[in-house]
C-alpha cells in the first residue's frame, strides 16, 4: 500500500468504518512505515482537538433574539397532526384517490409530476398526494372561506394568495410563494385594510418542491373591506373577502 | 401545558448550539437562520413522535437539523462549479509540532471551501460516520475521504502557523 492511500483512508481506520482486509493492511503498512506510523499519530490528536474545538464553539452559541422570536411566531399555531388526521372525510376522497393515480401511474410510467397533476381527472387531490405536504383547506372552526385569485410577481417571486377564512376570531389567509430565495424574511406578511394595519398573530408555512404554502393568522376583518397583503415588504395582492 | 409549550421547554435551552450547528454546516448566519426555521417547524410537527422524552430531545432536535441543512447542502452543491482540484500540494508540517486548535477551531474551519467545510463539520462536529456523509452530501465515499484528508491538511497548516484571518458574519 501506499504512503498516500494509507494517510487518505486514515480517518476511516480510526473509527473502525474499514473492512477487516484494509485495517490489516494499513496496520502492518503503519508497522513498517515510520513517516506513516508519526503522521498518524498526529492526525488523530488533531482530529480529537479539532472536535473538542467545534464543540465548545458550539456550546458557547446563543440564538439571535429575533430568530428565536420568529421561531415563535412560526410554531404559533402550527398543526402536528396531518391534515389527513384532522379530515376523515378528506382520507376517504385521498383513498379513493390513490387507488386511481396507482391506476394511471401503472399505465404511464413516464408521467411527470406536472403532468399527473394537470390530470383532470384526478386534478388537484393528485396534486395534493404527490405533494403531500401541500396545506389543507382552511380548518377554522364556523370560518366563512372566500377563494381569492390574486397575485403579484417581482424578481422571478410570485405571490399569490389563494383563500382567506374568517370565522368570529380569526382572520386566515393563505398564500404561495414560488421560485427565488424563500426565507424568514420574504414570507413575512403585513396586512392593511382600510389604511389600517391588522394585528398579524403568526403564521405557518410548508414547503413542496419551489413553492412554500404559508397560512397567516389575523385579527377578524369585517367583510366588504378591501384588503392589501405585502408579503416581504415588495409583493402586494388587494382582495376582498 | 400546551405542546407549544413544553416544546419550547426544551427548544430554548438547545436553540443557540443549534444555531451554531446550522451555522457550521451551511457556512452562514443567514442560511443557518432559515434552516433552523425549517427544522423547527418539521420538529414541531413531529413532536409527538419523539420517543425517550425530554432526555432524548436534543439529539433528535440535532438529527432533523442536520437533515435539513445536508438537504440545503445537496442542492446548493449541485449547482457550484467543482472548479479547485482536490488533490493539495504536499505540505511538510513537522509532526511534533503544538497543536493550538481549540476556540480558532471554528475561525479555521470558516475559511474552508465549502465542500471542505461541509466534511469536516459532519465528522468533527457532528460526529456522522464517513458512509453517512457520503450518503448525506450524496458524494461517494472515497470523496468524502479525500476532502477529509485534504481539508484536515489545510487546517492542520492554518491553525499552526496561526494564519487564521478573521471575516465578519457573510
Ligand atoms: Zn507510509
Known amino acids: 500500500m501506499l504512503c498516500d492511500q494509507v494517510q487518505i483512508e486514515l480517518d476511516a481506520y480510526f473509527t473502525s468504518s474499514l473492512p477487516p482486509e484494509a485495517e490489516a493492511a494499513i496496520d502492518s503498512h503503519l508497522a513498517s512505515c515510520q513517516g506513516c506510523a508519526e503522521e498518524a499519530a498526529t492526525m488523530r490528536e488533531f482530529g480529537h482537538n479539532l472536535s473538542s474545538g467545534l464543540k465548545h464553539w458550539v456550546d458557547q452559541g446563543v440564538c439571535p433574539p429575533e430568530l428565536m422570536a420568529q421561531l415563535e411566531a412560526s410554531i404559533c399555531g402550527a398543526r402536528r397532526q396531518p391534515w389527513w388526521q384532522r379530515w376523515p372525510t378528506y382520507a376517504g376522497i385521498a383513498g379513493v384517490a390513490a387507488v386511481f393515480l396507482v391506476a394511471l401511474l401503472s399505465v404511464r410510467l413516464n408521467f411527470t409530476v406536472g403532468q399527473v397533476a394537470s390530470l383532470p381527472f384526478v386534478g388537484s387531490l393528485a396534486a395534493q398526494l404527490l405533494y403531500p405536504n401541500a396545506e389543507a383547506p382552511a380548518d377554522l372552526p364556523d370560518a366563512t372561506v372566500v377563494k381569492v385569485d390574486g397575485s403579484d410577481e417581482q424578481n422571478g417571486v410570485k405571490l399569490t394568495v389563494d383563500q382567506i377564512a374568517t370565522n368570529m376570531y380569526t382572520m386566515r389567509v393563505r398564500y404561495l410563494l414560488r421560485g427565488g430565495q424563500v426565507n424568514a424574511r420574504a414570507i413575512q406578511p403585513e396586512l392593511m385594510a382600510t389604511n389600517r394595519s391588522v394585528p398579524f398573530r403568526g403564521l405557518t408555512t410548508q414547503t413542496a418542491g419551489d413553492v412554500v404554502t404559508v397560512t397567516a393568522d389575523f385579527d377578524p376583518v369585517s367583510p366588504g373591506q378591501p384588503i392589501t397583503l405585502t408579503v416581504g415588504g415588495t409583493l402586494h395582492v388587494t382582495f376582498h373577502n | ?170
Open chain 2, 1 to 170: 401545558m400546551t405542546a407549544e409549550e413544553q416544546f419550547f421547554a426544551l427548544y430554548k435551552p438547545e436553540a443557540g448550539r443549534l444555531y451554531r450547528i446550522a451555522w457550521a454546516i451551511l457556512g452562514n448566519e443567514a442560511d443557518a437562520g432559515d434552516a433552523l426555521q425549517e427544522a423547527t417547524i418539521r420538529a414541531y410537527r413531529a413532536f409527538d413522535q419523539l420517543k425517550g422524552g425530554a432526555a432524548a430531545f436534543p439529539a433528535w432536535m440535532r438529527r432533523i437539523l442536520v437533515n435539513t441543512c445536508t438537504q440545503i447542502l445537496r442542492k446548493r452543491m449541485r449547482v457550484i462549479p467543482v472548479g479547485r482540484p482536490e488533490d493539495f500540494a504536499d505540505d511538510q508540517v513537522a509532526p511534533d509540532m503544538a497543536l493550538a486548535v481549540d476556540s480558532d477551531a471554528w475561525d479555521a474551519v470558516r475559511e474552508l471551501d465549502e465542500r471542505y467545510r461541509a466534511v469536516v463539520v459532519l465528522r468533527f462536529l457532528n460526529d456522522l460516520q464517513l458512509e453517512d456523509i457520503a450518503t448525506a452530501l450524496d458524494i461517494p465515499l472515497g470523496t468524502v475521504k479525500s476532502r477529509l484528508h485534504t481539508a484536515l491538511k489545510q487546517l492542520k497548516e492554518r491553525l499552526q502557523t496561526g494564519h487564521t484571518t478573521r471575516r465578519g458574519a457573510m
